[in-house]
């Protein structure tokens, strides 16, 4: 035909026009290689995810990337600075990416694990500051407790400029069985505060949404687009989180992490001025500072002494078991699932890329386990009710003995009375856990707390304190408010309970869901942390017990039908107000004893 072609017999490109043919053709290639496919727990079709999610992620990664070289290529003090107190307090490296995910050597692993698989090593904590020399410092905040709150507050305070010590007794990974999910909410809060790169490198899967479990039915549920942007949630071995974030803390040049037990808190005139500790030789010290923040968890030995508050009541426990290699036998991959049974709901997610966490609730008396009564409830009891992929898994888990158990606490939120000491995390308020929100309220309290921290000069200035203080309460409202009483509501419904309107409140929730639109997206905006708005809240929760109500009238509304109906609502009453009231929110709501 005349046509020039190259070498490789294709048509010749004219030169002006070869940048443009390369740049369009690795655009495609770009295009090509993002799209991950995956199975659709809807229809056990395939599908693609949100292309610009993965779009995001890949900017992101390069963004870290450019970062690290221009730290590298240009140690400037600061940086060398950084640099060395990572390598003080780091022994070996805290993890690094597993070979496997790059080679099919291990087929098992890598078709289970897909993108989450990692080879974690923990890091090993060092460099704390000694008793002797922390207290003769003057800090401007004590941060007691090495918690989520406590090392994400030490952090971010620290970068605003503040001298800061954390006492923690135990610098050890924590082993919990617990705080081991991260609501979509709770990611953005992590990330606002400039952490989110602690849930890198710990083999934490990425969660996409619940699935619910009720008399032989399924109903995968989504996590909702928020701001026209897919989000998903975060799930991973509590230790391995909680080290992260401490590293973090540890790696700050005004944070000094110390090892020792709060005895007590230091006054003077009605003013907490620092705290009593004693060291691991049993030795007591004082050291003082401007402020001083308790987040030392729901069992906090220095609450009384701050707030005037309730303490935390019990309401169930949670026992627990780790189903191993069961991650890729879930009826729905990396989801939340939520199995309705009898007497009370159990919990599964993945906290890794093989590991399993199955959590049965158990109200009343907890059963004994070293007799062996808990291994046969578990076994002949809640074990038949379950999804069946998980059941072997399930059973081989009972049959090894490793069962756990720990209480799920309540506690409504009361704010510090003591002038120099402010209460934060579990030691301020709590819920039950059944909603996974507890760390949710935790990265929101301290971003909060700290912009408001962070904009007084001087912490000793307690007259500012006080009125941020006042901001906080009312900022944090919505909220805490909103996952406090989705929490309490929801397992008043899913738990078993004498009233026998309950079931059929259980069951509208479960057909609520499977309407789709605002009726399943509204209520996951809520669960997720994205949206809070607890007058939201409230509207789908009586939505629920009409949509009850109307299942109950139609098609003939016979007396006991219409007396059914009257008790639905009635129930639905009896759960919220409660809960309105403890939250101290809609003061307009009567006290209508039902």
């Known amino acids: 035909t005349g046509q020039r072609r190259d070498e490789s017999g294709h048509p010749a490109i004219p030169k002006m026009e070869r940048v443009t043919h390369r740049r369009r053709h690795h655009s495609h290639s770009v295009l090509r290689s993002s799209l991950v496919w995956w ?11 949100q292309l610009h999610l993965v779009l995001q992620r890949r900017e992101n990664q390069r963004a870290s990337a450019a970062t690290t070289r221009r730290m590298c290529a240009s140690p400037s003090s600061t940086v060398h600075h950084r640099i060395q107190r990572l390598a003080q307090h780091l022994s070996p490296v805290p993890w690094r990416v597993s070979a496997a995910m790059a080679s099919s050597s291990s087929s098992s692993s890598s078709s289970s694990a897909g993108p989450h698989s990692a080879e974690y090593i923990a890091p090993q904590l060092t460099g704390l500051v000694a008793p002797s020399k922390a207290a003769k410092t003057k800090y401007d905040l004590i941060v007691v407790g090495g918690g989520p709150a406590g090392a994400a507050l030490s952090t971010v305070m620290g ?26 909410g709770g990611v953005q809060s992590l990330r606002n505060l400039g952490l989110d790169d602690c849930l890198e490198g710990i083999d934490a899967p990425h969660i996409l949404g619940y699935s619910i479990f009720l008399d032989g039915e399924r109903q995968p549920l989504r996590y909702p687009f928020y701001k026209n942007k897919p989000r998903e949630g975060r799930s991973f071995h509590h230790g391995r989180f909680i080290q992260q974030l401490r590293l973090r803390a540890l790696m700050e040049d005004n944070v000094d992490g ?13 003013i907490v001025r620092g705290v009593r500790f004693r060291d691991q030789d049993n030795k007591s010290y004082e050291v003082y500072s401007k402020l001083t923040v308790v987040c030392d968890g729901s069992g906090s030995v220095l609450r009384k002494k701050v707030s005037d508050g309730p303490s935390p009541c019990v309401r169930s426990h949670f026992v627990a078991l780790m189903l191993e290699n069961a991650a890729d036998k879930l009826p729905y991959p990396w989801h939340g699932h939520v199995m309705l049974v009898k007497p009370s709901p159990v919990l599964a997610y993945p906290i890794s890329s093989t590991d399993v966490r199955v959590l049965v609730d158990m109200p009343g008396k907890l059963l004994s386990i070293g007799s062996g009564e808990m291994q046969e409830y578990l076994a002949n009891t809640m074990c038949p009710q379950l999804a069946e992929e998980i059941q072997p ?24 009375y003591a002038r120099g000491a402010i209460l934060l995390g579990d030691a301020f308020n709590c819920r039950h856990p059944l909603t996974g ?19 007084i000069k001087n912490l000793d200035d307690y007259k500012k304190v006080e009125r941020g203080l ?13 996952i406090n009483i989705l929490a309490g509501a929801l397992y008043s419904v899913f738990a078993a309970s004498d009233d026998p309107a309950l079931p059929f409140m259980r069951k509208a929730c479960f057909d609520y869901f499977k309407l789709g639109g605002v009726a399943r997206d509204g209520p996951l905006s809520l669960l997720s942390g994205l949206n809070p708005s607890y ?44 809960l309105i009231r403890k939250e101290k929110i809609l003061n307009w709501v009567p006290d209508i004893p039902i």
């Open 470 to 482: 006042k901001k906080f309460y009312e900022k944090r409202k919505g909220a805490s408010a909103t």
């Open 535 to 578: 007058y939201k809240l409230i509207m789908h929760f009586f939505a629920v017990a009409l949509y009850g109500v109307a299942k109950q009238l139609v098609p003939i509304p016979t007396p006991s039908r219409i007396i059914r109906s009257f008790r639905i609502i009635r129930a639905a009453t009896r759960i919220v107000q409660p």
């Open 39 to 49: 199975v659709d727990p809807c229809g056990g079709g395939l599908h693609l995810p």
């Open 159 to 184: 970068r605003k400029g503040k001298r800061v010590l954390v006492i923690e007794r135990d610098w050890a990974e924590p082993d919990r069985i617990i705080g081991e999910l991260l609501q979509p």
């Open 437 to 455: 929100g507890g760390m949710t309220v935790v990265f929101s309290d301290v971003k909060l707390l700290s912009d408001m921290l962070g904009s």
């Open 393 to 416: 898994f399930f059973l081989d888990a009972v049959k090894s003995g490793r069962i756990r158990a720990v209480p799920n606490r309540e506690m409504p939120s009361g704010p510090s």
């Open 258 to 270: 110390l090892s020792a037990t709060v005895t007590g808190l230091v006054e003077e005139s009605g």
